[in-house]
T-cell receptor, first 117, second 113 residues
Framework: AQKITQTQPGMFVQEKEAVTLDCTYD???????LFWYKQPSSGEMIFLIY??????QNATEGRYSLNFQKARKSANLVISASQLGDSAMYFC??????????????FGKGTSLLVTP | EAEVAQSPRYKITEKSQAVAFWCDPI?????LYWYRQILGQGPELLVQ????????DSQLPKDRFSAERLKGVDSTLKIQPAELGDSAMYLC???????????FGQGTRLTVV
């Protein structure tokens, strides 16, 4: 069963606007971590932001914020003030289990974001 | 800035040949991962090391794939023999431990012809 679901294969946003990329997850663990990565056309995966399941506040990193709704099992990425360089694939990922659980990241299928002038 | 190094960046090989990829993680990172990413999909874990020990290789096709991290630092992923379906991006990542974010290398794009 798919543990991470990203329902938007592609998204468009105009420069300087905000955009939300959706991510829902499935786990029965109480302790887990949620991650967002950016993958430009060059291929490398760039870590953007992390949210722990016990974190009470939504994570923020510069223009990136994570809208974490635990009851809905969603962890949407919000990019504010979009820039042309934000055009890329975006992947949501989850690590299940507690500290040193040994579980690797489980990725969704990604959302392609295109920022237009 | 420290980064995960991978080589080669691109590799074209013929079906049934052997191919190997190399990864040097960020210094001090105990956990190392090999992921395979087929075009249009998210990365899928092939193998995870903690130091020199394999933590998870349940998704590694062991009849043709092998991975090692002999001294707990750099790692090699081998495919023998390569098949057309192995064409993909092979990504290496490392993290301080199994609970922190993983940092990825630029990947090796493999084409099997």
């Amino acid at each position: 069963a798919q543990k991470i679901t990203q329902t938007q294969p592609g998204m468009f946003v105009q420069e300087k606007e905000a955009v939300t990329l959706d991510c829902t997850y499935d786990t029965s663990d109480q302790s887990y971590g949620l991650f967002w990565y950016k993958q430009p056309s060059s291929g490398e995966m760039i870590f953007l932001i992390y949210q722990g399941s016990y974190d009470e506040q939504n994570a923020t990193e510069g223009r990136y914020s994570l809208n974490f709704q635990k009851a809905r099992k969603s962890a949407n990425l919000v990019i504010s003030a979009s820039q042309l360089g934000d055009s890329a694939m975006y992947f949501c990922a989850m690590r299940e289990g507690g500290s040193n659980s040994g579980y690797a990241l489980n990725f969704g299928k990604g959302t392609s974001l295109l920022v237009t002038p | 800035e420290a980064e995960v190094a991978q080589s080669p960046r691109y590799k074209i090989t013929e079906k049934s040949q052997a191919v190997a990829f190399w990864c040097d993680p960020i210094s001090g990172h105990a956990t190392l991962y090999w992921y395979r990413q087929i075009l249009g999909q998210g990365p899928e874990l092939l193998v995870q090391f903690q130091d020199e020990s394999v933590v998870d290789d349940s998704q590694l096709p062991k009849d043709r794939f092998s991975a090692e991290r002999l001294k707990g630092v750099d790692s090699t992923l081998k495919i023998q023999p390569a098949e057309l379906g192995d064409s993909a991006m092979y990504l290496c990542a490392s993290s301080l431990d199994m609970n922190t974010e993983a940092f990825f290398g630029q990947g090796t794009r493999l084409t099997v012809v």
